[in-house]
């Protein structure tokens, strides 16, 4: 079963470009999620999205962009990248019910801004 | 304003003996507390959980605990194995909230052989 897959693993950025991290689950999951992880802190959560054609906000959106085409996809674009955008992203997906036990997350992606 | 906290960073425990990783929060609304686990360079998996209505939910060697009046919550683990050495994360929700999870800041347990 492959989850949740992000990609890429790894990448490097320069200050102003832009990039999308990819996101897929094959869980035919509702709920899908991108969260951030910064050293030594927790995950905080960037944007999320309940279904199809329907994406929000969450703690820390700004600077980036999602979009959900598809109940499987759910990419994150960063615009003009900044060094405070260094940072683990990982991606996260569940059915919604229960006690939140059924959220998955992929592996992570690790971003530098230089 | 963290809604979620661990007040300790790190942890080390002899092998066998028990480890207990705390968790307090703000906020009475939340429905469930989940405890994750992650290694390095890898996402975190779900470990255990439990709701709000009750005080102690056990699954093998873990066993979480909750105090609601204090707002803590509480993991242990026993006995410690090597294997055991991640990072634990504390987590809650609200169940009307779209399943977005609060994260504390972890706690990194080192087990010793």
């Known amino acids: 079963n492959a989850g949740v897959t992000q990609t890429p693993k790894f990448r490097i950025l320069k200050i102003g470009q832009s990039m999308t991290l990819q996101c897929t689950q094959d869980?035919?999951?509702?709920?899908m999620y991108w969260y951030r992880q910064d050293p030594g802190m927790g995950l905080k959560l960037i944007y999320y999205?309940?279904?199809?054609?329907?994406?929000d906000k969450g703690e820390v959106p700004n600077g980036y962009n999602v979009s959900r085409s598809t109940t499987e996809d759910f990419p994150l674009r960063l615009e003009l990248a900044a060094p405070s955008q260094t940072s683990v992203y990982f991606c996260?997906?569940?059915?919604?019910?229960?006690?939140?036990?059924?959220?998955?997350f992929g592996e992570g992606s690790w971003l530098t801004v230089v | 304003d963290q809604q979620v906290k661990q007040n300790s960073p790190s942890l080390s425990v002899q092998e066998g003996r028990i480890s207990i990783l705390n968790c307090d929060y703000t906020?009475?609304?939340?429905?469930?507390f989940l405890w994750y686990k992650k290694y390095p360079a890898e996402g975190p998996t779900f470990l255990i959980s439990?709701?709000?209505?009750?005080d102690k939910n056990e699954d093998g060697r873990f066993t979480v605990f909750l105090n609601k009046s204090a707002k803590h919550l509480s993991l242990h683990i026993v006995p410690s194995q090597p294997g055991d050495s991640a990072v634990y994360f504390c987590?809650?929700?609200?169940?009307?909230?779209?399943?977005?999870?609060?994260f504390g800041s972890g706690t990194r347990l080192l087990v010793r052989p």
């Open positions: 996260a997906s569940t059915r919604g019910e229960g006690a939140g036990n059924t959220i998955y």
């Open positions: 869980m035919n999951h509702n709920y």
């Open positions: 999205s309940v279904g199809a054609g329907i994406t």
């Open positions: 906020n009475s609304m939340f429905d469930y």
């Open positions: 439990i709701s709000s209505i009750k």
């Open positions: 987590a809650a929700l609200r169940g009307d909230s779209s399943y977005k999870l609060i």
